[in-house]
């Protein structure tokens, strides 16, 4: 059995939930599977903006939002349930749901307070409602299929906005809740994303997280396999708008793709690949719209990946924009200790990720999130520091496993980018990534020489698939 996740563009029209359901009826061939969904693509955003509306006290736009919501999916019944009892219920659920939303905008209209309990809430609505539609269209054809509210398992913390499953509680769940219906051979449609505390509260896990759900959902099953449908052929050398060559990678590994998530990969999100790695569970990245493609298995099945990674060498290209460089400078930093912890107590205390980090005996550069620091932070670095910020800039990560172990890579690395101004470089404690930081100008051109380097002779070599309706 598998657990079967469809993002937001693989469910975000009557076109794609007819074939999402034709994915589904497939795979119940080969067992019962649990199918994690999440919200209609545009339809969280769309949500987000009616709870800032609502907060500000917009209640015209926050309405006029909320009306085009209830539309949508009202819409989606219409075209996906031709049983006229089912339709008029389907659209009394949906219905019942919109009349919650507006109670919700409401309310903080009357408070004149947006918590991030209360958006966790306006956000759960996308989920529930793509889910409601989707089971309803199931039935329609036939299929023995029944929804279940995700908040009866997946139960948090209270870290709204973020919130953490809590285990033990939801693997019990899971046992007494999910599997007897899928064991009486009845699909199950759940919502990804979302959650409740104990007592009750939704949740959300952050954005991305319906990845999270599925594989923790898959996990606490012990299923076959996590299969996540999105829209592109699995993942790729690099993002395909760069270079249009780009291919699918047939296998890699889960360190592999978990760095690559972590360094901007926009196929993963990041912790949809711990659940997976405790249990050996492969994840499929796979085309809704290219069904037939293979897509890319993650994976650490040393037959899986035997004769696939190509000695070890790159794998893929990410790429991050939107980053600025930090550059620090200190004698404080000559032979002394102490003056790292003093450096990175700063980032601390203004909650600031560092994404990559080079230094010297007397500087420290570092990248870190164009919107993500104040001027606040950088008068803290210069009451110890020179501070000097570069705008503008990207990082690019060449991924591949046990990438610093092949000799003569890093030299293959830099000589392709000769014609590119790089900023900064890193090297790390990774084996499989190695780093630098460009000008946001020249990503198009970084990205392109990397790739013709280390790909355009490999595409006949079985190591790569050219993703559905390319040559």
Not at 158 to 176: K, Q
Not at 310 to 337: D, E, P, T
Not at 442 to 469: C, D, K, Q
């Amino acid at each position: 059995m598998a657990v079967m996740k469809f993002g937001g563009t693989s469910v975000g029209t009557a076109q794609a939930m007819q074939q999402a359901i034709s994915i589904v009826a497939r795979e119940k061939e080969n067992g019962v599977p649990l199918v994690v969904l999440s919200a209609c693509s545009g339809i969280t955003n769309k949500l987000i903006k009616i709870a800032d509306a609502a907060g500000r006290s917009a209640m015209d736009e926050a309405m006029a939002l909320a009306g085009e919501v209830r539309r949508h999916h009202l819409e989606l019944a219409a075209a996906l349930v031709s049983d006229n009892v089912l339709r008029n219920e389907l659209c009394a659920k949906i219905d019942a749901f919109a009349a919650r939303l507006d109670m919700l905008v409401k309310g903080i209209e009357i408070v004149g307070e947006l918590t991030e309990r209360s958006k966790d809430m306006f956000c759960s609505f996308g989920e529930l409602l793509s889910t409601t539609v989707f089971a309803a269209a199931m039935k329609d054809r036939g299929y023995d299929a029944e929804w279940l509210d995700v908040r009866q398992v997946m139960i948090t913390d209270d870290n709204f906005g973020f919130a953490r499953p809590l285990n033990d509680i939801c693997l019990d769940n899971v046992r007494t809740i999910i599997r007897p219906v899928l064991q009486r051979g009845t699909i199950v449609i759940t919502q990804g994303y979302i959650g409740a505390t104990a007592d009750g509260r939704t949740t959300t896990l952050g954005r991305g997280g319906s990845d999270f759900s599925a594989a923790l959902l898959g996990a606490w099953l012990d299923e076959n396999s996590i299969q996540i449908w999105t829209d592109v052929d699995g993942v790729m050398t690099c993002d395909p708008r760069v270079v249009p060559e780009a291919r699918s990678i047939r296998v890699m590994t889960f360190t592999e793709a978990a760095e690559l998530a972590y360094l901007g990969a926009k196929v993963l999100h990041p912790d949809t690949i711990a659940p997976a790695v405790e249990k050996d569970i492969p994840v499929y990245v796979l085309n809704s719209w290219h069904p037939d493609a293979k897509g890319t298995v993650i994976t650490n099945d040393p037959e899986r990946l035997a004769g696939m990674s190509y000695g070890g060498l790159v794998k893929s290209i990410a790429v991050k924009k939107g980053q600025c460089i930090i550059n620090i400078r200190s004698n404080r930093m000559l032979g002394r200790h102490g003056f790292m912890n003093e450096l990175f107590d700063v980032f601390s205390r203004y909650g600031v990720s560092v994404e990559m980090i080079s230094t010297s005996e007397v500087s420290v550069s570092l990248t870190v999130d164009e919107q993500s620091f104040s001027e606040e932070l950088i008068g803290d670095l210069k009451s110890f520091s020179d501070v000097e910020i570069e705008h503008n800039v990207a990082t690019i990560s060449v991924v591949g496993d046990n990438l610093r172990m092949s000799r003569g890579v890093a030299g293959r690395i830099f000589s392709s980018l000769k014609d590119v101004n790089i900023r900064m470089i890193s090297q790390g404690a990774s084996e499989i990534n190695v780093g630098c930081v460009v000008e946001e100008c020249e990503v198009v051109t970084a990205v392109r020489n990397l790739h013709h380097e280390f790909f355009s002779a490999l595409e006949t070599e079985g190591i790569f698939e050219v993703p559905a309706g390319k040559p």
